[in-house]
């Protein structure tokens, strides 16, 4: 697509429940990342997926957080057992930067509008 | 690990005037550094990439200056305006392809 889409814009939930947001970057871009952002903060890193592999998923908290890209285009973030500490925007970001790509390969991040969660 | 500070974390200032923000990064072993802008309730809007080998970017009234080795860039806003009024993050881009972002410079110009 024309830029990075997520879906649901807006999710509000109870604690304890199973929620899932989708990102659908932009066509071509090889590198995928999550981030979560509190209010007043900058975006703090998740997970970086390069392909359909999580290259490097080191700012996951805890188990309870999963992401998955298993065709190398969408993705899915995966929140179990949500509590309120997890209330957060999450945003999307995909790039073109990668390793052994031919072309333009700046490694510009291009972000979407975020998936605002609320755990009641 | 690499930590960024941004300042002032917080600006107002009159229309017209031009302005500097700052930011730092602890590690330098960057691959590039992008300046974002976020409105509330937004998602971050890409302003301007450095790579690492260059000095600085322009983008109309923006520049951006990037010196790595002292672990520091600045992004100037030349006459301001009320439509400039937003928060400005810095993220530079480490080894191991993870950007990492300061807390941001809020901004507001006034009319």
């Known amino acids: 697509g024309a830029g990075v889409s997520q879906t649901p814009s807006n999710k509000v939930t109870e604690k304890g429940k199973y929620v899932e947001l989708r990102c659908d970057p932009i066509?071509?871009?090889?590198?995928l990342y999550w981030y979560r952002q509190s209010l007043g903060q900058g975006p703090e890193f998740l997970i970086y997926?390069?392909?359909?592999?999580?290259?490097?998923d080191s700012g996951l908290p805890n188990d309870r957080f999963f992401a998955v890209r298993p065709e190398g285009s969408v993705s899915t973030l995966k929140i179990q057992r949500t509590e309120r500490g997890d209330s957060a925007v999450y945003l999307c970001?995909?790039?073109?930067?990668?390793?052994?790509?031919?072309?333009?390969?700046?490694?510009?991040?291009?972000f979407g509008e975020g998936s605002r969660l609320t755990v009641l | 690990k690499q930590e960024v500070t941004q300042i002032p974390a917080a600006l107002s200032v009159p229309e017209g005037e031009n302005l500097v923000l700052n930011c730092s990064f602890t590690?330098?072993?960057?691959?590039?550094l992008q300046w974002f802008r976020q409105d509330p309730g937004k998602g971050l809007t890409s302003l301007l990439l450095?790579?690492?080998?260059?000095r600085e970017q322009t983008s109309g009234r923006l520049n951006a200056s990037l010196d790595k080795s002292s672990g520091r860039s600045t992004l100037y806003i030349a006459a301001s305006q009320p439509g400039d009024s937003a928060t400005y993050l810095c993220a530079p881009n480490t080894g191991g392809f993870k950007t990492i972002f300061g807390a941001g410079t809020r901004l507001f110009v006034k009319a």
């Open positions: 970001a995909s790039s073109l930067r990668g390793k052994r790509l031919g072309g333009p390969n700046t490694g510009e991040l291009f």
């Open positions: 997926f390069q392909g359909t592999g999580a290259a490097d």
């Open positions: 590690d330098s072993a960057i691959y590039n």
């Open positions: 450095i790579q690492s080998s260059q």
């Open positions: 066509s071509g871009h090889t590198a």
